[in-house]
């Protein structure tokens, strides 16, 4: 596959994530990048970005090959469709548009010549696109960066970016070694420019739970207690009471309801992976400082709910849920998405 000439790629989600991965994808030559961006864009369309990234090094002024503020749409700017779309904006679908919504206008129902990339965090993100678009490839990049976008247009990374893709089941399709070809297609355009650790993984829901013993626990605790993950470790009772108890029954879930063993030693595995001095907010925390909407559903609320389905205890998991639930409902009102009856005076 070293021959492969350059792809149009359309990445939809110009963050601390989709930034990078932008950036890699150009630094390799084997890509033509469209970012598209929503609150950043004036600021990067002025002056691009500006990167500080333990990879790729201080970069002023970056941009792909195009920047936009909307999602492009095929029929009405008369486009040929991409060689791949890449999501990652944060994925809530309990708040509009859904990214099926987001994508549509570049990505029609009928297609079978885009691939999409969600790298995003989360559980059966790929389910709604198994409906909306059956015969489309959907491939699952679980990235273990740690990147922050602190004020618009710049962009921190501190952990390096290592990036496992995978292809998603889909039963709709013929073969799964065509899909996995695409995966490691598009591996290989990713790693090319050599500041990225972007590997071929074959077991996409052992990556996806794995990463949610993580994702599903030290990110909602984070987020609701406002601890980063070196205060939460240094808590009174945080670790013993909440951390070590919501890892245990992810495990438990992954188990019982996909036979993913992930193997005793990864709750302390996942504890200790940031270094405690590091103090490092989870992106859920970061997204409830600036008054962001979460991801609770697809980190928390999918493997609650395929856990309990097959039948396993998750006490923990079930209360930081229904907090969760309860801080976007909060974001909600901030928002005026939710009306409130208004206040009285007692006796009126
Ligand atoms: N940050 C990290 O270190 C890691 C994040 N992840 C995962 O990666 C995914 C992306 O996260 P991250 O990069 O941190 O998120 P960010 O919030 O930093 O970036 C998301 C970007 O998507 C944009 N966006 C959202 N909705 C739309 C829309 N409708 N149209 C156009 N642009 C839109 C946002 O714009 P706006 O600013 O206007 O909201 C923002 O620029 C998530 O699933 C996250 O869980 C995984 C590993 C690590
Ligand atoms: C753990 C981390 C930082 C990626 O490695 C992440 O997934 C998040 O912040 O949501």
């Not at 039948?311 to 079930?318: D, F, K, S």
Request: aromatic share 6%; net charge neutral.
């Amino acid at each position: 596959m070293s021959n492969i000439k350059k792809k149009s790629v359309l990445v939809i989600g110009g963050g601390s994530v989709g930034t990078i991965a932008a950036l890699n994808l150009q630094a390799g030559g084997l890509a033509s990048v469209t970012l598209v961006l929503r609150s950043n864009y004036n600021v990067v369309n002025d002056n691009g970005f500006d990167i500080e990234s333990c990879d790729h090094g201080i970069l002023k002024g970056w941009k792909p090959s195009v920047v936009r503020n909307t999602v492009p749409n095929l029929v009405e700017e008369n486009l040929e469709p991409y060689d791949y779309i890449l999501l990652s904006t944060k994925n809530i679908p309990d708040i509009p548009p859904t990214i099926v919504d987001l994508v549509k206008p570049a990505l029609p129902s009928t297609n079978t010549h885009t691939t999409l990339v969600l790298i995003q965090n989360g559980l059966n993100i790929e389910k709604p696109f198994l409906q909306s678009h059956p015969k489309t490839v959907v491939l699952s990049g679980v990235s273990l960066i740690g990147s922050a976008e602190p004020s618009p247009g710049k962009i921190v990374q501190d952990d390096r970016d290592r990036l496992l893709i995978g292809a998603f089941a889909n039963s709709n399709l013929d073969t799964t070694a065509a899909t996995e070809d695409l995966a490691r297609e598009f591996v290989e355009i990713y790693a090319k420019g050599g500041k990225t650790d972007c590997v071929f993984s074959p077991n996409v829901l052992h990556d996806r739970w794995r990463k949610l013993v993580y994702n599903a626990c030290l990110n909602p605790i984070c987020a609701i207690t406002g601890l980063d993950t070196g205060r939460i470790r240094l808590a009174d009772g945080a670790l013993a009471g909440l951390v070590r108890p919501a890892m245990l029954e992810i495990v438990e879930a992954a188990k019982k309801s996909a036979g993913v063993q992930l193997g005793d030693d990864v709750v302390d595995f996942m504890i200790e992976v940031d270094e405690l001095q590091l103090y490092l907010s989870p992106s859920m925390l970061a997204d409830v400082r600036k008054g962001n909407f979460i991801e609770f559903e697809n980190l928390l609320g999918e493997p609650l709910r395929e856990g309990q389905k097959a039948g396993v205890a998750m006490p923990t998991l079930q209360v930081l849920y229904n907090i969760a639930k309860a801080v976007q409902w909060r974001t909600k009102e901030q928002r005026g998405l939710v009306q409130i009856p208004p206040k009285k005076k007692k006796g009126e």
